[in-house]
């Protein structure tokens, strides 16, 4: 079975450490080859703070990961157990996959705006 991207909703501002739980869940089960990525999209923003230049991160989905793996029973029961993990993005209990597109955009959209930082609050 391939491995397809899907879209894990988790608490709002935990997405690092679930990640980290995940990865340490993975390791601990042998499931490195069917759960092969796991992803917090972030870009780099700028701002001015008390005059000075400040550089910091900021998610581009709060409350999601994505994660490359092959859907089965063990990886689904792995995702649904971790804390902090509310549940896949889909219909009913069924996880929708990404498209290979979608997936493409979102990573070079992340991989952009790493190296240039935008402004945090934009005028017009």
Known sequence: MAKKWYVVHTQTGQE??????????????NL???IT???????TVSEVRRGKKKISERRFFP?????????????????????????F???????VALEQSEIEEILKKTEERKEKPVPKVSFE
């Open 16 to 29: 690092d450490r679930v990640k980290a739980s995940l990865e340490a869940k993975i390791k601990q089960e």
């Open 63 to 87: 409350g999601y990961i994505f994660v490359e793996m092959e859907l089965n029973e063990k990886t689904w029961y792995l995702l649904k157990t971790t804390p902090g993990i509310l549940g």
């Open 89 to 95: 993005l889909g219909t009913g209990n069924q996880p």
């Open 32 to 34: 490195a080859e069917n």
């Open 37 to 43: 990525q796991i992803i917090v999209p972030k870009e």
